[in-house]
Structures are given as C-alpha cells and as structure tokens.
C-alpha cells in the first residue's frame, strides 16, 4: 500500500502516509495506529530522511532597491493574500538547473512554477507570469520573497506593479522570513524527486510539472487538516 502511494509521491513521509491510507482504504482496512507505522517502515528501511541544502541561489549584495517586510504580523484569512516566492536548484546530466515556484500561503497551492538552466530574472518572471494566469480575485495581494537580485530586477518589479500587487522581502537576510517558500521547494525536490536523475532541463521541467499536479491536487497537508491544497483553495472564500 505504502509503495503504491509513493510512487505518485516518493518521498512523502509517514505522518501525511497515515492520513492517505486511511483516506484512500478506509479504517476498517487500516488496523494500525501512526506510531505502529512507523515501526513498520523503520523495519523495512523505508523512513524518508531529510537531506541537506548546499547551494546558494540568493544572492542580496546588489546595489537595487530592496523592500521592507510588512507582513510579519499580518493575519493569513484567504486565498491570494500573500504569495511567497523562492529559487532552488536541481542537478541534471548537464549540470545545475533552477526551480522557481510560487506559492498561495493561505491554500498552501502552487501557483506558478519554471525551469531554466539560468539563475537570471526570467526563471521567476516565467513562474509569477503563469500565477498571474491563474489569479482568480482582484483582492488586495502582497508578493512576498528573499532580496535575491532576481526578484529586485527592474522586470519583476515592474510586472507585480502593473498588477497592482504589494510587494514584500525578507529582511537582514533572515531565512525564517520566507520559511513557507524554501520548505516548499524542499518538499517538491525530496518528496517527489526522490533519487531520481534528470537527462537534461526538458525532462526535469515535464516531471515538475508533473510532482506540482499531484503536490496540489493528492498530498495531505498537516497545516491544512490533510487536506490538499487545491481543495483548500477551491473551497476557499473567493
């Protein structure tokens, strides 16, 4: 059962496991308890271990202007209230490739994403782009993110403020400030990504697209009662 589930999500660890089994067999054919789980997974050697992050993708020491965060105390009541945005990096055949996404803190939704072979403003443009696309509401939205050159650039700026959109980073380079966005790259990249080894930029970019789809429509989110994002969002006051 427990195999079956990962092979959608790899790496999903044993808590959400739990909550997915159960949703999908029903209790009655469910007999253990978490905690009897994870004994069973630590038996057969199937405990997900967290990895390490070793490169950089942020780079703040830049002469452009950088935005204050305004949004620490703000109270997160509904969907495309703030978005939260991040870089991580994923190694191919032909070396390092980055992953942009964008993400609905209220739903926990991604709602944009791009691969590219480049650390340059166009990875985030092509991910904020399609997040526009996708945008259901014309509330007041605040875009937040690190001081990272890319999201400072003269093109970013410009597309969010077209858009009406507040902008919002991080500050004194504190990585707590934009926690939500860093642990969702983490997640798509260990849960999803597991051990496998990407060809080339094109593959990795039909494989994320392919983890966002089942990141936001199957997995069970502890901060969202087990449910999935998407049906947080959908559901969510509009």
């Known amino acids: 059962m427990v195999q079956g589930v990962r092979n959608r999500m790899p790496r999903l660890g044993t808590r959400k496991l739990h909550a997915l089994l159960r949703e999908k067999f029903g209790e009655e054919h469910l007999r253990i308890g978490r905690d009897k789980l994870f004994a069973i997974l630590g038996q057969e050697n199937m405990l997900q271990r967290r990895r390490k992050r070793y490169l950089q993708t942020t780079d ?16 997160i009541t509904r969907k495309e209230q703030v978005w939260v945005s991040d870089i991580t990096y994923v190694r191919t055949a032909e070396g390092f490739c980055y992953l942009s996404m964008i993400t609905d803190v209220y739903s926990r939704k991604i709602v944009g994403s791009a691969v590219s072979s480049s650390l340059s403003s166009e990875i985030c443009i092509a991910a904020l782009q399609e997040a526009l696309r996708t945008r259901e509401t014309d509330k007041k939205l605040i875009h937040h993110s690190d001081r990272g050159i890319q999201y400072c650039s003269k093109e970013y700026v410009y597309i ?70 998407e049906a947080v969002h959908f559901g969510a006051n509009k």
């Open 160 to 229: 969010l403020q077209k858009n009406d959109i507040g902008i919002n980073m991080t500050e004194n380079g504190d990585p707590y400030e934009n926690a939500l966005a860093e642990r969702m790259n983490r997640t798509i990249k260990e849960e999803f990504f597991g051990e496998h080894r990407f060809s080339d930029r094109a593959f990795l970019s039909m494989v994320v697209r392919e983890s966002v789809g089942i990141y936001n429509r199957e997995r069970p989110h502890l901060s969202l009662g087990m449910q999935a994002p």
């Open 60 to 75: 703040s020491k830049h002469w452009m202007r950088k935005y204050p965060n305004l949004i620490k105390e703000l109270t």
